[in-house]
């Protein structure tokens, strides 16, 4: 049985699977089956897999969505721990080695991750993922909004029992969520100073989509609030799902989607009728204050017009 099984989910990655599979294979350590899931890929990505015959274990499966693929490798693993590599993403060669070390040395510990640097498609290093504070606990992990990149991260295999798996109907925060459950059970650690993973920057990511991305902020924290309801801080997670619910409404009205954006407005409103204030900066004067103040309840009138108007 290997020590570790690394799970690739690919959909229409052919540009990019190579580069993935072939940080894997330059790891120090040789411990590890890789598990390659192609979720229906239209490209010529199964043909890029076919020249790797022999060194990975592919399976194929109709257009799932990417927790559906991480869930298949999960149930095709036989490793005592699991790690994640997003197809666009790679590693460096130590990745596996220094976090197998942590794991085999520290029982309590459920997940270990690190900072992953983000690299343009000129190859040139833009920003930290994450950039700010991620946490060590479950506590820490809520307080903070700890990203922790999936491409970072390796966990115990026997955890997914009690936790559970990925959740589809999270997509695009599966992962936070399923990081935020096993931390109910298990402490995080951080491996600092050195990057392991590397972040690929480019325009098809999901996480371009920036109405995808709210919609998946608002869908966590308000999962958050009902499944841990006395162990969050709740006017905090509410403050949190109105001010994306707000930043939602913004992006379905420039899209004129206007009763979508008229719903999550008047929403975000219901659930914290001063939402303007979170959108406060220190820099602002008292002018300021008070137009983002009143001007949720402006962008309600005119969202309500609109609405009317556009009715069939």
């Keep these: 049985m290997a020590k570790v099984s690394v799970i690739i989910p690919s959909y229409n990655r052919q540009a990019f699977i190579g580069r ?34 022999g060194k990975i274990r592919y399976f194929y499966q109709s257009n799932a969505g990417i927790s559906a693929a991480r869930n298949r490798g999960i149930a095709e693993a036989n490793g005592e721990y ?25 029982p309590k510990v459920g997940i270990v991750y690190g900072r992953m640097p983000i690299i343009n498609e000129q190859g040139q290093t ?9 946490g060590k606990n479950f506590q820490e992990l809520i307080q903070c909004w700890g990203d922790l990149p999936t491409s970072t991260v390796m966990t115990r295999r ?21 990081w935020i459950r096993i931390s109910r059970t298990h402490d995080l650690y951080e491996i600092e100073g050195k990057p392991l993973a590397f972040y690929a920057r480019h325009a098809t990511q999901v996480t371009q989509d920036s109405k995808k991305v709210y919609k998946g902020l608002v869908k966590i924290y308000e999962k958050i609030l009902k499944n841990y309801y006395h162990e969050v801080p709740q006017g905090l997670m ?30 975000s409103i219901h659930r914290y009728p001063l939402v ?36 069939p």
């Excluded at 699991?82 to 085999?104: R, T």
């Excluded at 833009?126 to 700010?132: D, N, Q, R």
């Excluded at 509410?238 to 994306?244: P, Q, V």
């Excluded at 303007?276 to 969202?303: M, N, Q, R």
């Design 158 to 178: 026997g955890i997914f029992t009690t936790a559970g798996v990925f959740d589809p109907a999270m997509e695009p925060m599966e992962d936070i969520d399923m």
């Design 126 to 134: 833009i920003g930290m993922k994450p950039a700010g504070v991620s």
């Design 20 to 53: 993935a599979i072939d940080s894997v294979l330059a790891q120090t350590t040789q411990d590890y089956e890789l598990i390659v899931v192609d979720d229906g890929s239209t490209d010529q990505t199964k043909e890029v897999l076919a020249t790797y015959e």
């Design 82 to 106: 699991v790690a994640f590599l997003d197809s666009d993403d790679y590693w460096a060669p130590e990745k596996l080695a220094e976090q197998v070390k942590i794991l085999d040395a520290k």
């Design 276 to 311: 303007g204030v979170l959108f406060f900066e220190p820099k602002d004067g008292w002018v300021l204050k008070a137009v983002k103040l009143l001007k949720p309840y402006g962008f309600l009138a005119l969202c309500w017009c609109q609405k009317i108007r556009k009715r």
């Design 238 to 267: 509410i403050k949190r799902i109105a001010s994306n619910q707000y930043t939602l409404s913004r992006i379905y009205h420039k899209q004129q989607e206007y009763a979508d954006s008229w719903h999550h407005l008047s929403s």
